[in-house]
């Protein structure tokens, strides 16, 4: 990774600077795990939608759909894959034109563009997949650049504390503490991106299901637009 400074300590040697999002290990598809990320799915899109009852997100029924194969996929082979986010951006970029007319025919481009110009940086971070980027471009054209920023913030808290919660299981969260600490410390010195990954036998998982975080987070940012008073 351009910018990418080893670290003088054993625990962070030039091999063990790998990504964490990219080369996720595949799941196992047998007919449990199968079933199991299905019923997950359906739990997730299901909190989604209703998060929405009272003041929804544009194209709901849409995006709740899309959401519930993210999930489920990025659950059970541990990645969103070509075949489905390219033909739901097409899609939700028709959508949005026959939504919006010529008038607002700008929108949904504009909301795909800026999730590709905010994510794409994370993406050569191998801070996040290339599916995770598409799949936040399908909902930027569903959704329009003013939603999708919003939600995006969730998104990324959630990814963030389902990330803490996976290495707190694994045992690894002083160890995941200790290496964003050096990271943050030597990007800061060096003005360049430089991420520490954990040695190469270690027990800290390899990335997280984003997709989950992703529906999280926008359910979570529908949630925070409820009526309470």
């Not at 091999?15 to 964490?20: G, K, L, P």
């Not at 329009?144 to 045992?171: D, F, N, T």
Request: charged letters at 10%; one cysteine or more.
């Amino acid at each position: 990774m351009t910018g990418l400074i080893c670290a003088a300590s054993s625990h962070w040697s030039p091999t063990a600077a790998v990504s964490q999002a990219g080369g996720r290990p595949v799941v196992g598809a047998g007919a449990d795990s199968g079933l199991l990320a299905i019923v997950l799915a359906a739990v997730v899109t299901g909190g989604f939608v209703w998060s929405g009852m009272h003041e929804p997100l544009p194209s709901l029924g849409w995006a709740a759909a899309f959401l519930f194969f993210v999930v489920e996929e990025d659950l059970r082979i541990r990645r969103i894959p070509n075949w489905l986010t390219l033909p739901a951006l097409v899609v939700a970029l028709g959508l949005g034109v026959w939504t919006g007319g010529w008038s607002g025919a700008s929108t949904p481009f504009l909301g795909a563009a800026i999730a590709f110009a905010v994510l794409f940086p994370m993406f050569l971070w191998r801070g996040m997949g290339a599916g995770d980027v598409k799949a936040l471009m399908v909902l930027g054209a569903l959704w329009g650049p003013i939603h999708l920023l919003a939600s995006l913030w969730w998104m990324l808290v959630v990814g963030g504390l389902i990330a803490l919660a996976v290495a707190a299981v694994h045992g690894v969260l002083t160890d995941l503490v200790r290496r964003w600490a050096l990271s943050l410390w030597a990007s800061l010195v060096s003005l360049r991106w430089t991420y520490f990954a954990p040695p190469v036998k270690s027990r800290a998982p390899i990335g997280v299901p984003f997709g989950v975080a992703i529906a999280l987070g926008a359910a979570a940012y529908q949630y925070s637009r409820l009526p309470w008073s």
